[in-house]
């Protein structure tokens, strides 16, 4: 209700601000007031004709809507979604969209090549698919999946901590030890909160698989040291 206010005064005060428009529309978009979304998000479009945001976001209202039966709004989400990537193509959840409306359409060959596009643009995506191998126990392809981040960003921490967990859970303890030391070196300044953040990914680990507890141990030792 708050948000809502504060982008309808700031309307009021500016009436081609795109950017209260966009906020509505987000709003009403939550509330699942499609025609409202749809409204203020075009409004937005009408005063910042390159606003890519709010293309994309009007190609998320039609796909909800196809999701919720109205099925000839497909097309309508996939065409927004390319107006988006035409105005600007280096946002990677612009691709995210356009995969899942292809994979919609059962067009898979299309669906692949988005998603490789979005994986190109954000290094994160590779590490949250390599976590998601992980949880799913496909320890070979979360490897091959932080393999990919750390090709994309070998300043990026992340993919070597949780790289280095697969590699000991596989038995590779040296290598297992190496990543930690390469995730150490790499972000020399690294909060102590984000240490204690991948201790708790690793403690989960072992709530789920205790048999994990000697494979593991030498990540603990690393990293309390660390800390």
């Not at 509505?24 to 606003?51: C, H, M, P, Q, R």
């Not at 280095?164 to 590779?172: E, P, V």
Request: glycine fraction near 4%; hydrophobic fraction near 35%.
């Amino acid at each position: 209700k708050n948000a809502k206010q504060s982008y309808t005064k700031a309307i009021e005060l500016n009436p081609q601000y795109e950017e209260a428009f966009l906020g509505l529309g987000k709003v009403y978009l939550e509330e699942k007031d499609y025609e409202k979304s749809i409204e203020y998000f075009k409004k937005a479009t009408e005063f910042k004709n390159d606003f890519s945001e709010a293309y994309y976001f009007l190609g998320t209202v039609y796909h909800d809507l196809y999701l919720n039966g109205h099925i000839n709004n497909l097309e309508k989400a996939k065409k927004f979604v390319n107006i988006a990537i035409e105005k600007d193509p280096s946002v990677a959840k612009h691709y995210n969209l356009l995969a899942i409306i292809y994979k919609d359409q059962k067009r898979v060959k299309e669906a692949f090549q988005a998603e490789q596009k979005a994986f190109e643009l954000d290094n994160e995506l590779h590490n949250n698919l390599g976590f998601t191998y992980y949880l799913l126990g496909q320890i070979d392809n979360a490897i091959d999946k932080f393999n990919d981040a750390i090709k994309f960003d070998a300043d990026d921490q992340r993919p070597y901590f949780n790289l280095a967990m697969c590699y000991l859970i596989k038995g590779q303890q040296d290598d297992g030890i190496k990543c930690y030391q390469k995730a150490l070196k790499v972000d020399k300044k690294s909060k102590r909160s984000e240490i204690k953040e991948h201790m708790r990914d690793l403690e989960d680990a072992l709530a789920e698989h205790p048999e994990w507890k000697e494979k593991l141990r030498p990540a603990f030792e690393i990293l309390q040291k660390a800390v």
